[in-house]
């Protein structure tokens, strides 16, 4: 039997492929380059998007 999550345990953000819908840590889908571009890839549909605009630039 699964034993409950407790509250200090911290939630991992998800984020929601624009192709599929499908929802994926945003470690899994999220790339962050040093020059501040962020890169989404879904791994399920192949939808990418490159060079998301971020509060940094």
């Not at 509250?7 to 840590?25: F, I, S």
């Not at 899994?28 to 549909?45: E, G, H, K, R, W």
């Amino acid at each position: 039997m699964l034993e409950p999550k407790s509250p200090e345990m911290a939630v991992e953000p998800l984020a929601e492929c624009p192709g599929c819908q499908r929802r994926h840590a945003f470690e899994q889908v999220l790339t962050a380059q040093s020059n501040q571009n962020v890169i989404f890839s879904c791994p399920d549909c192949g939808y990418e998007k490159k060079n998301i605009r971020t509060s940094k630039g």
